[in-house]
């Protein structure tokens, strides 16, 4: 399993796949893979010809920095439990490879979704973060 860090470089590693016709599935994590995670890889793996595990905290979706610098990061550890649950790619991107400089669009939620469940326990960037 290759770890890649750029979107372009996961599009070039996916070419011959898409020019073939071949189905890819992207598993999206924020890293500190479980059994959960796992069973969506293998999932994937039993479905699709190309199976792809993204691993990226994303900081958006964080209202306290004291939280974001909390959340567990072990690349090592999660791309070992990826490649052995059948991943053929892990992306694990920068901060600055999806978010470069100048960057300004963000997708908005807006009723119910907006201050219920995980948002109202994390504040409203949590959902615009995902939704990003």
Known sequence: M????TVASVRTALRPSRREERSVALVPTMGA????????IRQARA??????VSSF?????????????AYPRDEARDAGLAAEAGADLLFAPTVEELYPAGFVTHVG????LASTLEAAHRGPEHFRGVAT
């Open 2 to 5: 290759r770890t890649l860090r």
């Open 33 to 40: 893979l479980h059994d959960g995670h796992l069973s969506l």
């Open 47 to 52: 479905e699709y010809d190309e199976v792809v």
């Open 57 to 69: 905290v994303n900081p958006t979706q964080f209202g306290d920095p004291v939280d974001l610098a």
């Open 109 to 112: 939620l807006e009723g119910p």
